[in-house]
């Protein structure tokens, strides 16, 4: 079973940045693709971004566009998820997801435990 743990959540003024991390436990998750969702109260959980295991392809969903960068550092096992311009809708759990690709989340294997981001307006 691969670990997957987030870190770098918090809460921050609208217009402000915070970048989370997720390490991963195996390093064969260098190898496959990874991605970031997010979960507000009361909705289901949505796709924010995704990245190909050697970082040449990316995916992102409309409203992170230009604010969000996702990125990966495959010696660490580690993804990284930049925000900047945040907006209190982004306000969210936000989840790592490995060993997959795609928009959905039945399309990826592993999950992190969530990290919580609050933007405050």
């Known amino acids: 079973q691969v670990q997957m743990v987030e870190s770098g959540g918090g809460l921050v003024q609208a217009g402000g940045s915070l970048r989370l991390a997720c390490a991963a436990s195996?390093?064969?998750?260098?190898?496959?693709?990874m991605g970031w969702f997010r979960q507000a109260p009361g909705k289901e959980r949505e796709f924010v971004a995704a990245i190909s295991w050697n970082g040449l392809d990316t995916n992102y969903t409309d409203s992170v566009k230009g604010r969000f960068t996702i990125s990966r550092d495959n010696a660490q096992n580690t993804i990284y998820l930049t925000m900047n311009s945040l907006k209190p809708e982004d306000t969210a759990v936000y989840y790592c997801?490995?060993?997959?690709?795609?928009?959905?989340?039945?399309?990826?294997?592993?999950w992190g435990q969530g990290t919580q981001v609050t933007v405050s307006s």
């Open positions: 997801a490995g060993r997959g690709w795609g928009t959905h989340p039945y399309e990826y294997d592993y």
């Open positions: 195996d390093r064969t998750e260098g190898t496959f693709g």
